[in-house]
Nanobody, 125 residues
Framework: VQLVESGGGSVQAAGSLSLFCVASDGGFGCMGWFRQTPGQQRESLAV??????????ADSMKGRFTITSALETAKPTVYLQIGSLKPEDTATYYC???????????????????WGQGTQVTVST
């Protein structure tokens, strides 16, 4: 299974950005977005059931982040829109997936066993 992220780059503070993740296979119960900065633990942003589009956001990420999915089970695609970007949003953003099926997707990264290579987002003032 391959997860390929795209859409990262450099952006000015207060701007917005959209990230994309395409999976090479389907059958995932949940997919999500996480981010990490050097020396820090991986941080949960939002997760989604790619089949029915039900999203769950990490408590601290509600408001500026929007996760959506394309309802195509063969090669599911997950998007993350980030608004009102701040310099502290600078990080490597990862897409992840799991074949586990839960009543509601969980946000903790330990439950996801397929990961993309990451895409860098740099926010400047």
């Amino acid at each position: 299974v391959q997860l390929v992220e795209s859409g990262g780059g450099s952006v000015q503070a207060a701007g917005s950005l959209s990230l994309f993740c395409v999976a090479s296979d389907g059958g995932f119960g949940c997919m999500g977005w996480f981010r990490q900065t050097p020396g820090q633990q991986r941080e949960s942003l939002a997760v989604i059931n790619p089949t029915d589009g039900r999203a769950v956001y990490a408590d601290s990420m509600k408001g500026r982040f929007t996760i959506t999915s394309a309802l195509e089970t063969a090669k599911p695609t997950v998007y993350l829109q980030i608004g009102s970007l701040k310099p502290e949003d600078t990080a490597t953003y990862y897409c992840a997936a799991t074949r586990s099926n839960w009543k509601s997707c969980v946000t903790h990264p330990d439950w996801y066993n397929y990961w993309g290579q990451g895409t860098q987002v740099t926010v400047s003032t």
